[in-house]
């Protein structure tokens, strides 16, 4: 079987160094500024011993560990790197493992280790099961990557397999992760953990309600405390526990979600499970969030993502070559570099009543009726206007009217005797199928070979359901996509894909890993997109978070917010566009190429993402960027409530001794960059829907002004 998941690879921009010793039978993973460290005990257990702050392996003291009763055994008192099902283990183990003779005991014990661009520790269970538990470092970024191999020299089922398990010697946690649903992507969640946590999910995809990371605090603030961060590689079930144990620490287990999930494997086969990257700081969540995306950064393609106009809010599925190529001149003359047609411009993609979400997905072929030319007339047009041209697809769904399901009815996920279910008028394509594979990767290679098209937006509208017997789908069908995309772009070099599930319900490091762009949530309401894009930045970096402007009133809040406004929220992000341009007034056309002009001139200076006032206690919105060469502050005054103050914002992420050169008030300032983080600067805004965005420009030779 062989499967590899996901993230064994390196990062792109090869951060990955090696930081390791192993001290008799004590090994060490240190970054720059923590360690993370464990060894072996007298029973064979791997027992966890530190993670936090830089220490060297001779200090390490081993204390004892005591059965306290015979009801606290071994197994379950040590906190063990990886634990088995069985014996007496009772807390979270990691593997469970049913042999062929419906057996479950598993006895994992160390059986060496070898020492290479990681440190790879041997476990074996006498009975036929090797597993490889494998630490990789990132010195500079203070990340460690975990993943696991596991190997069956006996035909075994596979009934769950954990990522990491992580002890945090601390009972007092706090636990942040995001909850939210369609349209309200990444709404915040802080609770104490006086139990055991499960967030997980079960829709085949990452999904809307939770993201599958812990990030767990003692008494935290954005710049203080300590704080743990872990986040699982993978976009499809996941499932995260967090436990505070009975004796006084919290455990915490990453990995795909044993619901549901059964692995075969042949004597030979093996099985590697998606990484997970773990960071710790005591500066808090700042310097978390600074660490885990510079990890995201590490992954991507560094050229900065293209300003977007995406037509989707703008004509659904009314797609004309002549609507199309209207708006394509719009956006060119506001400044956007790249332009996508999204949903309606294949198959019988219509609206309502001639068509509509019924039909057309998996007929990959140009509508005549709406592009008599086929697209090229279109792209033509825009490449002529000086900007790139992109495309929508859900290359994993499948329409009951369209050719493609006539054609293939068994390509679906259902259930033998029962009728498919449909969401959104759709089913969805089995892509463990190797036809359905080779169906997607053809239609995609034909179609970026037949068109000059140099971005992706790669969509799926609703989850998975009734995926039959094979209880191995749930991994086996993100495998898939991730090899999809991987070869699509192997084959044409240089196409950015953007992942979108209705919205935000598919970013995880997985999907960061095969993907460049993530749309966020289809909520576009311009002050709704802070609470996600605050949500959002905990892990993820801001650069692969695509934003647009869109109309007013918005379609979901109803709410009319200011055009200024508007484009400084989405401009805290990867800017988008995505209003009907054609109806725009020439003033806020003139006004929207201001903005576009302004954001491409920031751009640079928009590297490190900073959270600077928590929103409830401020009516004031406070986004900064920083950089070696300057810095960026976007503020937001939602409403104006009892009269109107100004607020002190301190900045972050400056070099003290910097001088930066900045505009407040209408007159220009030189200051340091410690009075800027120490003093910082007062601003005061007024009325609803008020923002403002400053530069600050690094500007070492010049005095003050
Ligand atoms: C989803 C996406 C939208 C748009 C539509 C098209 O809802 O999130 O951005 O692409 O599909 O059907």
């Not at 990491?164 to 942040?176: C, E, G, M, S, T």
Request: proline share 5%; aromatic share 10%.
């Amino acid at each position: 079987m062989g499967t590899l998941l996901s993230e064994a690879r390196p990062p792109a921009n090869s951060l990955a160094s090696m930081g390791i010793d192993v001290a008799g039978s004590t090994f060490g993973i240190h970054t720059e500024t923590t360690s993370y460290v464990f060894g072996l005990t007298g029973e064979g257990l791997l027992r966890h011993l530190h993670w936090g702050g830089r220490i060297e392996l001779c200090d390490v003291i081993v204390e004892p560990l005591w059965e306290l009763s015979t009801n606290d055994l071994i197994q379950d008192v040590t906190p063990q790197e990886y634990p088995g099902h069985g014996r007496f283990r009772y807390n979270e183990h990691c593997l469970a493992i049913m042999f062929s003779d419906g057996g479950r005991e598993l006895d994992l014990r160390y059986a060496g280790h070898d020492l290479g661009a990681a440190l790879v520790v041997h476990l074996r269970d006498d009975r036929g099961v090797r597993v490889d538990l494998h630490y990789e470092v990132l010195e500079s970024i203070d990340v460690i990557r975990r993943w696991v191999v596991v190997y069956a020299d006996v035909p075994v089922s596979v009934q769950a397999v954990a990522s990491a398990q992580f002890h945090i010697p601390y009972r007092d946690l706090d636990l942040r992760n995001v909850a939210g649903r369609w349209g309200a992507e990444f709404q915040e969640i802080v609770q104490p953990v006086t139990s055991k946590v499960v967030l997980e999910s079960r829709r085949g995809i990452s999904n809307h309600h939770h993201n599958p990371y812990a990030v767990l605090s003692r008494q935290a603030t954005e710049t203080s405390g300590q704080v743990w961060g872990m986040a699982l590689a993978f976009s499809g079930n996941t499932k995260t526990v967090v436990e505070q144990t009975q004796y006084g620490q919290t455990l915490v287990q990453l990995g795909i979600n044993d619901a549901d999930l059964a692995i075969a494997l042949n004597a030979g086969d093996s099985f590697t499970a998606p990484a997970v990257v773990a960071t710790y700081t005591p500066h808090g969540f700042d310097a978390l969030s600074q660490n885990l995306h510079d990890y995201g950064r590490s992954l991507m393609e560094p050229t900065p993502r293209p300003v977007l106009y995406n037509s989707w809010e703008a004509t659904n599925f009314a797609v004309t070559c002549d609507a199309q190529i209207a708006l394509a001149h719009r956006a060119a003359q506001i400044g956007a570099e790249l332009f996508v047609v999204d949903d309606g411009w294949f198959g019988r993609r219509n609206p309502e009543p001639t068509g509509g979400i019924t039909d057309g997905l998996g007929d990959w072929w140009v509508d005549p009726a709406k592009f008599p030319d086929g697209l090229t007339p279109l792209i033509d047009e825009v490449h002529q206007l000086g900007m790139t041209f992109g495309i929508w697809v859900e290359p994993e769904m499948v329409n009951p009217g369209s050719d493609l399901y006539a054609a293939h009815p068994d390509w679906i996920y259902h259930e033998q005797g029962r009728e498919p279910d449909t969401a959104r008028g759709q089913y969805v394509l089995n892509l463990t199928l190797a036809p359905v594979q080779e169906f997607i990767t053809q239609m995609l290679d034909d179609l970026l070979a037949e068109n000059v098209i140099g971005y992706v937006k790669w969509d799926a509208n609703r989850p998975m359901s009734q995926v039959g017997a094979g209880r191995d789908v749930w991994y086996r069908h993100v495998q898939a996509l991730y090899d999809i995309v991987r070869e699509v772009k192997r084959r044409h070099p240089g196409v950015l894909f953007e992942a979108c599930a209705s919205g935000g319900g598919r970013i995880d490091f997985g999907a960061l890993n095969v993907f460049d762009d993530f749309w966020t949530s289809d909520n576009t309401d311009a002050l709704d997109r802070l609470d996600i894009h605050r949500g959002y930045s905990l892990v993820y970096p801001p650069q692969a978070m695509r934003a647009w402007v869109t109309d007013v009133p918005n379609f979901l809040s109803q709410r009319s917010i200011a055009l200024t406004f508007r484009f400084h929220s989405a401009m805290t992000g990867s800017l988008g566009i995505g209003c009907d341009l054609t109806a725009m007034s020439d003033e806020d056309l003139r006004a929207s190429a201001k903005h576009v002009q302004q954001y491409e001139q920031l751009r640079p200076l928009m590297q490190r993402w900073h959270r600077l006032e928590n929103p409830s206690s401020n009516d004031y919105r406070l986004i900064q960027y920083s950089s070696p060469a300057g810095a960026v502050l976007f503020v937001f005054l939602p409403a104006s409530r009892l009269g109107h103050t100004s607020t002190t914002v301190r900045l972050r992420g400056l070099e003290p001794t910097g001088r930066y050169r900045f505009e407040l008030d209408w007159q220009t300032h030189v200051a340091r960059g410690d009075y800027l983080m120490n003093r910082g600067v007062r601003v005061w805004l007024q009325g609803d829907y008020a923002s403002t965005v400053i530069r600050f420009d690094r500007v070492d030779d010049e005095g003050a002004v």
